[in-house]
């Protein structure tokens, strides 16, 4: 039953979602709030993407921002040397850089585990950061690339920041629905599969090494054009952006809303930028208060097994 | 890491307990929103144009007060809030409201930030920026917002020369500095040094844009006069150890060092340079300002003596304005002030000169460039006025010494180059 | 290069190794222990940095401080683990976020008390000279850090082999359920090894603060060096500490003389290249996933 009203109001939810600043136009922040909630789109892809790896798959990766970053350059360096200024095509180039990255260093990590592939991507894309900050003719080093200018689709110029939020709203959505087609299908199901039993699955025939590179792919160019949109918003990419500080704040919001899940990554998303960006402002110790929260959370989720536990056990036994 | 416990039970039963921490994230965030939201979406006074004469003039100031440069925001926001109390807290008969915002050395928090004061608070005039990548990435946003932006820090070159495709920024109307080009700060003194004889140098760098610019000034300038380098060592920013480094200068035969680091790199590279003994050893310690500057030798202390550096200004600089700058900061802080308080003081009075001369109006952005543009005043620096072409300040360098005199470390001035402009290309 | 610039830096990279084998032995401990990778371990090095400098300027001693900030540190391990970790056993996510929150709380507070300004420690009078050596002159407490790490090694070691509590440690690393069907308390020694883990990290941070200084950002580049520590020598056992530090160390401080443009990645370098080679570590033995 719940289902019939599932699809209209997600379709209600997704209209509002990507015309947001033409309804809020009178509203006097208008602007800003839409550059917040692009912000916070940006990255819940970005999120997204490394949930494929830490929730669905099991593979808890704390490099994913050089995917991110790599799409962010890929995007930059195109509309700036190469002088590209179509969307596809930079878009295009950014997923292809972010997964042909994903492909050489997921080859070298996939078949480690646990705290060790943990500590392999995190080694890779430091060695990521090094050469974008050290390669200061094609990334900008220590500088970054700045003025990056945003693309074309056709015609259609995608300066104007309403239509900037439009092209990261869609995009947004379109990501959601391939990552639940994912989640949802036989190799989603494998996935999830590896991650709980790697040995079985191996024994059932499943090349595990070679599903697991192709998860750590299909993420990387996620997390690749996730890049592309937040160098095409900020008009900026740095080495920042493939730093330990962007993967580690990904990681986070993963967690903290909530890993294997469609709408975790997203909330995670939005709590993490809202609290760094609006928070920070008025409050001097956002820090703090970020981390009580992970903390809160950790520790609640707790009464959470109680509750709901006792409510489903219930329902499964009607 | 494989296995999440009770989560998988939870998961393969159709549900999942994240859902109580999803409510509860939602519950916050909720409560959140409504405690900070007023103040949060909606711009912090009203959206009219404040910019008529006898209203409040929004100043925004984006600083780090968290990071690795938070000690320089700190110096900047006293720096600030002193200029105002000696002032009534006004500009030009108009009220002063500050609005601060912490960068926290994340790049893309500072250009969100911009945003912030361009689009919700709408700011008159926007103040600050400590790191050179986030001067250039907010550039041409405050461009097209002809949003008079006075940089009180970010020394990268670029950001007041003409630029071909403006890459990674170029200069604008609106942009003004208050602080220095990286290559004032680095040419005069290898120019001056190989004038005066002392023409071969060795190189050791913090290897990044700041650190590798001053380092490429400085060689243009001794070369100017027939001086060479002999090699370098740049070790990464935000370096641990600075025994390698050290090491590698000491076993080598140039004696003259010419340095670029800041901050802790500063601190950790002299006390270093002290352990190792090269002093000792007849090596002589040259550098761009920042090597030597409040921060550092707060924490040096006696182990700088005999470091000669390139600034515009020290504490010890003998001028009226620099002994009334000095005596009013040390009264109402109890500390020496940095170059970094200079930097944002004087910003702050080419603000107060310039909203003078237009009685306050800020309404017309070329109008306000252009009297910017005319400020000349006295500053704690000595004569202080902007280029006009690069917008720039035009300042005396001064040749400093670092001596432990009355219980104090401090820069002493031994000689000067005078009006150094950037070259603007 | 020539022999004395060889040995030179040789000494830079053991003391370098000290350093890192003082700072990464808590980690390896609690890892090793209760499978907790506790990403709080560089606030908890901060920390005892920070308190360090207070209690110099009350006591005027280096030594006490060396003494006052691990028991400090200790005292706030004892108490974190039952509050915070104890019902997460098995929750490996869940704590990653945990110690990611409280290393935030600690981080920022510490800027709260301590300011945000960049801090330096000196070194304790009559190690603060140099000595003459093959070379030149060497700074004594660089020597000092040298024995000190052997001597902790050796500490620990002796703890870990010929003591009920360190035998209980080492079943634990093996298998903790077990230990615990036999009797130990379990939740005491997990209790009393997070709080040594935490201990260390404190007695890390004050040893360290005259060589690397402090300041804002110490904690992140603490935590990153230590995971690569515990991580190439092969987790949760001491010998990994040990060989990890020893490799880490001299690699580190030639591979940035060396390769200059990539300093940064020197390190990542090598744990990348040891994990693909011997993919759990140099001395660790296969786990299966717990």
């Known amino acids: ?318 | 890491m494989a296995g999440f416990g009770k989560n998988e039970l939870a998961a393969r039963r159709g549900y999942s307990y994240r859902l109580t921490r999803r409510q509860f994230l939602i519950a916050s965030s909720a409560a959140a929103l409504a405690a900070c939201g007023p103040a949060a979406v909606a711009p912090t006074a009203s959206g009219s144009p404040s910019a008529s004469p006898g209203k409040t003039l929004k100043i925004g100031q984006l600083l780090p007060f968290t990071g690795v440069y938070a000690e320089l925001g700190n110096s900047m926001r006293r720096a600030t809030e002193l200029y105002l109390k000696l002032n009534d807290n006004k500009l030009a008969n108009r009220p002063v409201q500050l609005i601060y915002e912490d960068d926290a050395n994340v790049t893309a928090t500072g250009i969100q930030k911009t945003q912030k004061f361009i689009d919700q608070d709408q700011v008159d005039v926007m103040m600050g920026v400590v790191p050179t990548p986030l001067a250039y990435g907010i550039r041409n946003a405050v461009h097209a917002a002809k949003m008079i932006f006075i940089d009180t820090n970010a020394g990268g070159n670029f950001l007041t020369r003409d630029v071909p495709n403006c890459t990674p920024a170029c200069k604008s109307p609106y942009i003004f500095r208050a602080s220095f080009s990286s290559y004032q700060i680095s040419y005069p003194i290898g120019d001056y040094l190989s004038a005066k004889g002392t023409k071969d140098f060795f190189l050791a760098y913090a290897n990044y844009g700041f650190g590798t610019e001053s380092a490429a000034d400085f060689t243009t300038g001794i070369k100017k006069n027939g001086g060479s380098v002999t090699g370098n060592v740049a070790p990464p920013l935000g370096n641990a150890d600075f025994a390698p480094f050290v090491t590698q200068i000491k076993n080598q035969p140039t004696k003259n060092v010419y340095s670029f680091f800041s901050g802790a790199d500063a601190i950790g590279f002299i006390k270093t340079w002290n352990q190792l003994g090269l002093t000792a050893a007849g090596y002589k310690l040259y550098g761009a300002g920042f090597l030597t500057e409040q921060d550092v030798l707060k924490e040096v202390k006696d182990l700088a003596n005999g470091i000669v550096t390139s600034l515009f200004w020290a504490v010890e600089l003998d001028n009226a304005e620099n002994k009334k700058f000095v005596a009013d900061y040390q009264k109402q802080y109890p500390l020496l002030p940095d170059v970094f308080a200079v930097q944002q003081y004087d910003g702050m009075r080419a603000l107060d000169e310039a909203l003078k001369k237009l009685g306050g109006d800020t309404s017309d952005k070329d109008k306000f460039s252009k009297a910017l543009e005319d400020v000349s005043f006295k500053s704690p620096r000595g004569d202080f006025a902007f280029d006009k072409t690069t917008h720039n300040p035009i300042q005396d360098i001064y040749i400093r010494e670092v001596k432990t005199q009355g219980g104090q470390t401090v820069n002493t001035i031994s000689d000067k180059v005078a009006k150094v402009t950037d070259p603007g290309k | 290069m020539s022999a004395e610039l060889l040995f030179q830096q040789a000494l830079n990279g053991l003391s370098f190794g000290a350093l890192l084998f003082i700072l990464a032995a808590g980690l390896s401990l609690v890892f090793g222990m209760m499978d907790v990778v506790n990403l709080a371990h560089g606030a908890f090095y901060m920390l005892g940095a920070y308190l360090a400098l207070s209690v110099v300027q009350l006591t005027g001693s280096f030594w006490v401080a060396m003494l006052a900030a691990p028991l400090a540190l200790g005292l706030l391990g004892l108490i974190l683990e039952p509050l915070l970790l104890r019902r997460l056993r098995g929750r490996h996510l869940d704590q990653v976020l945990l110690t990611i929150g409280v290393s935030l709380i600690v981080v920022d507070q510490i800027g709260v008390v301590w300011g945000r300004e960049v801090r330096s420690l000196a070194a304790p009078a009559g190690l603060d000279g140099s000595v003459a050596l093959f070379g030149g002159d060497y700074p004594v407490y660089r020597l000092f850090v040298i024995g000190l790490g052997i001597a902790l090694a050796a500490v620990v070691t002796l703890v870990y082999r010929r003591t009920a509590l360190g035998m209980h440690i080492r079943a634990g690393v093996e298998d903790a359920q077990m230990l615990g069907a036999l009797g130990v308390d379990i939740d005491r020694l997990f209790a009393l090894t997070f709080a040594a883990g935490a201990a260390l990290a404190g007695l890390a941070g004050v040893v360290a603060a005259p060589v690397f200084g402090l300041q804002p950002g110490m904690d992140v580049d603490a935590l990153l060096y230590s995971l690569v520590v515990v991580v190439v020598g092969g987790l949760g056992t001491l010998g990994g500490a040990v060989v990890g530090s020893v490799l880490i160390g001299p690699a580190d401080t030639f591979g940035k003389v060396l390769f200059q443009e990539f300093a940064l990645a020197v390190i990542f370098a090598i744990v990348a290249l040891v994990l693909l080679l011997r993919p759990t570590g140099l001395l660790g033995r296969i786990r299966i996933a717990r």
């Open chain 1, 1 to 318: 039953m719940r289902r019939v009203f599932i699809w209209p109001a997600a379709a209600i939810g997704a209209a509002a979602l990507v015309t947001f600043p033409y309804w809020t136009a009178e509203w006097e922040s208008s602007r800003f709030a839409t550059t917040v909630l692009r912000d916070i789109l940006v990255f819940a892809i970005f999120a997204l993407s490394l949930d494929l790896l830490v929730g669905r798959a099991g593979m808890p990766s704390l490099g994913h921002a050089a995917f991110f970053g790599a799409g962010a350059y890929a995007a930059g360096v195109a509309t700036q040397r190469l002088g590209t200024d179509q969307l596809p095509l930079t878009l295009g180039a950014a997923a292809l850089v972010a997964a042909a990255l994903a492909l050489l260093i997921g080859t070298l990590v996939v078949r480690s585990e646990g705290i060790f592939f943990l500590m392999l991507t995190l080694a890779f894309a430091q060695i990521v950061f090094a050469i974008a900050f050290q390669w200061t003719s094609v990334t900008g080093g220590s500088n970054g690339l700045a003025g990056i200018a945003r693309p074309f689709l056709g015609g259609i110029d995608l300066n104007p920041p309403d239509r900037m939020y439009v092209l990261v709203s869609a995009t947004f959505l379109a990501v959601v629905l391939l990552v639940r087609a994912v989640a949802g299908s036989p190799y989603g199901r494998v996935l999830v599969g590896i991650r709980e039993n790697e040995r079985r699955m191996r024994a059932l025939g499943y090349d595990t090494a070679r599903i697991r590179l192709s998860a750590f792919v299909l993420a990387g160019s996620i997390a690749g054009i996730a890049g592309a949109l937040s160098a095409y918003s900020l008009r900026f990419v740095s080495a920042q952006d493939v730093g330990i500080g962007t993967s580690i704040r990904a990681f986070v919001m993963v967690l903290v809303g909530g890993a294997g899940t469609l709408a975790g990554p997203v909330i995670g998303a939005a709590v993490v930028l809202y609290v760094e960006r609006i928070l920070s402002s008025a409050v001097p110790v956002a820090e703090t208060v970020l981390g009580l929260l992970f903390v809160a959370f950790v520790l609640l989720a707790r009464r959470g097994i109680v509750g709901i536990g006792g409510a489903a056990w219930a329902r499964m036994r009607r």
